[in-house]
């Protein structure tokens, strides 16, 4: 594989239920991050790993964890999940070019809350 | 607070016209800017990205943006759009993190 792989691509759970999305990246990228989409508020920051060991809040981090044990792999863990978790999950990952991060995104998870 | 704004919710245009998508972006200095593409049910893919120098920047797909310091904006255009250009659009800057705008929807009518 080249590139960030997502899985499942879509699920749907039922309220109060566990769930992990995963991720998997094979560019030795340090930073991975996970967004949501949601439709009117464009991508916002869940969780992010500057590096192996390492995780640090973004913009929307209740109600979700994350975990960086290897460079590869970053899970989103729902612990207990909620309708208004319903969205559109992408996680991404950077290495450093030029000074920026310019970052690289898998093809998504959809997830229903019911 | 940093903040990206693109006001324009959704765009149509018809296949061969131009097309200039709007982005403005609130921050103290210049950031690093970005410009991404969502084809339907896909993940982003990069456009183009300004860091420094030149202020019009190219592309994939025939696209450039423009960054303007004195408008705080940096415009995405095409000079002629193509059916398979039709997808959502996001500009995106970095401060410390990257900070998306709302989307802008793009229609092409044939």
């Known amino acids: 594989i080249a590139g960030i792989t997502q899985a499942p691509t879509s699920q749907i759970l039922a309220a109060g239920r566990r769930m992990t999305l995963r991720c998997t990246q094979d560019?030795?990228?340090?930073?991975m991050y996970w967004y949501r989409q949601d439709l009117g508020l464009g991508l916002r920051l869940i969780h992010y790993?500057?590096?192996?060991?390492?995780?640090g809040k973004g913009e929307v981090p209740d109600g979700y964890s994350v975990s960086r044990a290897n460079t590869d792999d970053f899970p989103l863990t729902l612990a207990s999940a909620v309708p208004s978790q319903t969205s559109v999950y992408f996680c991404?990952?950077?290495?450093?070019?030029?000074?920026?991060?310019?970052?690289?995104f898998g093809p998504g998870t959809r997830l229903t809350v019911l | 607070a940093q903040s990206v704004t693109q006001p324009d919710i959704h765009i149509t245009v018809s296949e061969g016209a131009s097309l200039e998508l709007r982005c403005n972006y609130s921050?103290?200095?210049?950031?690093?800017l970005f410009w991404y593409v969502q084809s339907p049910g896909q993940g982003l893919q990069l456009l183009l990205k300004?860091?420094?120098?030149?202020?019009l920047v190219q592309g994939i797909k025939g696209f450039e943006a423009e960054f303007k310091r004195s408008q705080s904006s940096f415009n995405l255009r095409k000079p002629s759009v193509h059916w398979s250009d039709a997808a959502e659009y996001f500009c995106a800057v970095e401060v410390n993190k990257l900070i998306f705008g709302a989307g802008t929807r793009l229609a092409v009518h044939p």
């Open positions: 921050y103290g200095a210049t950031p690093y």
């Open positions: 991404a990952s950077s290495g450093q070019t030029s000074g920026s991060n310019e970052q690289f």
């Open positions: 300004y860091f420094s120098g030149d202020t």
């Open positions: 560019m030795r990228h340090n930073a």
């Open positions: 790993s500057n590096t192996a060991g390492t995780t």
